[in-house]
């Protein structure tokens, strides 16, 4: 059997557009003498349609599109397996929806299996809509008795978890009934070390079964999700026959009786992969929203930088402006290492300072602040002037306004509403800050070095104040990042932490507290792309107002 792994960039409600992405990979396939396409999960609607599951006409789109995609590959000598949405039956109990992987062969279904177990943990809420299967049976694939699951249903090897998830394994039901050949459609996220565990999970359930498998991913951003792609197939030994990139649309095809097909392979770090993550996202965040151009503040710190080189890989430099807005604590070399680095990208550069404003809203605020000492509310208010720039610039450009907040910063509330927090996308806001000059260098690598060499050098502050440091405020962060990764990634107690680290109790509670106080910050926050094993947002779902503490 050959087989083709047709890795897509599906748009979630655009059904003409992924259904067209679909029929011209089949073409594609069915040229390159496949007997199967293969596409992700609920291809032809998006992933994660979320609430738009709960919209009727959803359902009508999503079938005349099924429709289109029968009529037109009906001549084509190829089989599709593909995921979409379909209706439970009325007279049945449970939720309205199916998420189901169906066969499709000369513009006829001739299988349906609905997924089985459904996720409600990090970012996933299937159970919100779906009903989950209570039988799978095997399919025949051009004369293979075939296991076809959905994404999680293949995820549950009780072989390889030391404690599974769920009471289930329809893998393993389904080899039982004598299934030689794993075929699976996935809408499967990235995050740092996820692509390693594909591996690991697949290669292990191969090596059980002693069967091959096809795995599927669909790639791209949507929303704070991204979604990498590395499509794979593994022979009954578990080992990788064929492979395909990382965060680009894909086609790559196996040929499973001769265990070889094409290697399209990724060589990237880790790192280097959260970098491509960082990209894809904002490109697809930008592009599917349907802006046209994006803006930032550019202060010439790291991360706005950082952020400033990943926005111009993503759209191109004719659609990226930098502004920086001097204040009357700003450096000029910051200034200088602004001007320079947009320079160096060749993006448009604004300067409009923000000394007249502030003085003048010091001067009407003057009556009601007497007899009080300056303090974070000054500060804040040329944060918020900053904000309040970028935004008119917003709406007068129709461009969005990314932000340049990483996760150090956010988790402990060193931001300010309405101010830096101001945005539609916050591109770095998963990443800490010590990632954040990792990821700068990487930057520098690929585009020519256009970060100035000083940015590296100088220390982190807001210029808020006279000399300000970071540090004057927080911990430095190689400190602040280990203990942060151990309470928000790990979830490990105070007491856990200042033992693990050897640092003070006193000074570990001060850190989780302040994570713990900010979440109203964090919940107002632009949507951010998800990089790590927990970023704030839809994968951390904590009360705002709550009084435990650790």
Not at 360 to 386: C, K, M, S, W, Y
């Amino acid at each position: 059997m050959r087989v083709a792994l047709a890795q897509i960039n599906t748009t979630v409600g655009d059904m003409e557009g992924n259904v067209a992405k679909m029929i011209a990979m089949a073409r594609q396939a069915a040229d390159r003498k496949a007997d199967v396409v293969v596409f992700p999960e609920l291809a032809i609607v998006g992933y994660p349609p979320r609430d738009l599951l709960e919209k009727p006409s959803f359902y009508e789109k999503a079938e005349m599109a099924e429709r289109r995609l029968a009529s037109e590959t009906a001549t084509l000598n190829i089989t599709l397996i593909y995921g979409t949405v379909g209706h439970n039956s009325p007279r049945s109990f449970g939720k309205p929806a199916l998420n189901l992987a169906v066969v499709l062969e000369r513009g006829n279904i001739l299988f349906r299996q609905a997924k089985m177990l459904l996720p409600t943990y990090d970012v996933f809420d299937e159970a919100r809509y779906f009903k989950p299967a209570e039988r799978q049976v095997p399919c025949w694939i051009c004369g293979v008795k075939t296991a076809l699951t959905v994404c999680e249903d293949a995820w549950n090897d009780k072989q390889y978890w030391e404690r599974p998830l769920y009471e289930r394994d329809p893998v393993d039901e389904l080899v039982s009934a004598g299934a030689r050949l794993l075929i699976s459609i996935n809408a499967s996220p990235f995050h740092m070390g996820k692509r390693r565990l594909r591996h690991d999970i697949f290669s292990a359930t191969a090596r059980h079964h002693k069967i091959p498998v096809v795995y599927v991913n669909q790639v791209g951003g949507n929303d704070e999700l991204v979604f990498d792609g590395s499509s794979f197939v593994m022979d009954a030994t578990g080992q990788l026959i064929a492979v395909a990139r990382s965060f680009e649309e894909d086609l790559v095809i196996a040929d499973l009786e001769a265990r070889n097909g094409d290697w399209h392979e990724s060589a990237l770090s880790e790192e280097e992969a959260v970098y491509e993550a960082l990209v894809l996202g904002t490109r697809d965040y930008v592009q599917k929203c349907g802006f046209q151009k994006v803006l930032l503040g550019l202060s010439g710190g790291i991360d706005s930088s950082l952020t400033a080189v990943i926005a111009t890989e993503a759209v191109g430099r004719d659609s990226v402006v930098g502004v920086a807005m001097p204040g009357p604590y700003s450096s000029e070399a910051s200034l200088t290492d602004a001007r320079a680095l947009a320079q160096n990208l060749g993006i448009r550069f604004e300067v409009i300072p923000i000394v007249q404003p502030y003085h003048e809203v010091l001067h009407t605020l003057q009556p009601v602040f007497a007899g009080l000492p300056p303090d974070v509310t000054e500060e804040n208010i040329q944060a918020r002037l900053r904000g309040l720039i970028l935004m008119a610039l917003s709406n007068k450009w129709n461009a969005l306004v990314l932000t340049t907040g990483n996760k150090s910063e956010l988790a402990v509330g060193y931001c300010t509403l309405y101010g830096d927090m101001a945005g539609g996308l916050a591109v770095i806001s998963d990443v800490p800050k010590t990632m954040v000059y990792r990821l700068a260098r990487i930057a520098n690598r690929r585009n020519n070095n256009p970060i100035p060499e000083n940015v590296f050098q100088k220390a982190p502050s807001a210029e808020l104040r006279p000399n300000q440091k970071d540090t004057d405020s927080l911990p430095e962060y190689e400190v602040l990042d280990a203990v942060l990764h151990l309470y928000i990634e790990e979830n490990r107690p105070s007491r856990q932490i200042a033992e693990q680290l050897n640092l003070p109790l006193d000074f570990v509670r001060h850190i989780v507290n302040m994570v713990d106080r900010n979440e109203y910050k964090r919940r107002q926050a632009p949507p951010g792309l998800k990089v790590t094993t927990k970023a704030f947002g839809m994968g951390r779902r904590f009360p705002i107002a709550q009084r435990f503490r650790e």
